[in-house]
């Protein structure tokens, strides 16, 4: 099966600028949840979609973070307007619902320097 | 809240030595643990989950919750084991909210 895939895998922007990352997820997987890890820091959960719902959004930093997922398909993450600090790796995972807990299938992560 | 803690950055072994990467956690209620690799250049993958209790390219982890801890082990290190490895946890039947620790790079040199 075709895998996660994101893009863009690199990003540079400058901070107050506006970057959308995407993510497709592997096909039939309902769930689909974005993660980061800033440099030097663990992974970090941002928020889970189930279909299109957002089921929790509790790693969400701030409100210039918004995450979209259209039609329980492909998802977005739009970050308006970036800070230095929102530089680092974002993945994107996606699972079956009947699939046991945490077998998540990433994507190879899209990097943001934000400068 | 959980955490997850992984005390050693690096750990560099030579071939054929046994191996164990630390993970302890932090939970008040009944967690789901689990080990992810990342391989250079690929991208993250689940290893193994505690639930499944089995071994995984001679790898296996038991968790112990008197100690809250939940050990990466082999007994002998190969050099295609040379990796990122990252203990999670997971507080939610069903759902994959992951708590990562901040990994541990297994060096096995020649």
């Known amino acids: 099966e075709a895998g996660v895939t994101q893009f863009p895998s690199h990003s540079v922007i400058e901070k107050g600028q506006t970057v959308t990352l995407r993510c497709d997820p592997i096909s039939g997987h309902d769930n689909l949840y974005w993660y980061r890890r800033v440099m030097g820091k663990e992974i970090k959960f941002l928020l889970h979609f189930v279909k299109e719902s957002k089921q929790d959004e509790s790693g969400m930093p701030n409100n210039r973070f918004l995450a979209e997922r259209t039609g329980g398909t492909y998802s977005t993450l739009k970050v308006q307007p970036a800070e230095l600090e929102d530089s680092g790796v974002y993945f994107c995972a996606s699972s079956y619902s009947g699939r046991a807990a945490g077998e998540l299938f990433f994507g190879e992560g899209s990097r943001l320097t934000v400068l | 809240a959980q955490r997850v803690t992984q005390p050693e950055k690096l750990l560099s072994v030579f071939k054929g030595a046994p191996v164990e990467l630390k993970c302890n956690y932090s939970?008040?209620?009944?967690?789901?643990l689990f080990w992810y690799v990342q391989y250079s250049r690929q991208r993250l993958q689940l290893l193994l989950r505690h639930i499944s209790r089995e071994s995984i390219k001679g790898f296996t982890a038991d968790l112990n919750k008197g100690e809250t801890s939940f050990h990466l082990k082999k007994p002998f290190a190969q050099e295609e084991d040379s990796a990122m490895y990252y203990c999670a946890l997971s507080t939610n039947s069903g759902y994959s909210t992951l708590t990562f620790g901040k990994g541990t790079m297994l060096l096995v040199s020649p």
């Open positions: 939970y008040s209620g009944s967690p789901e």
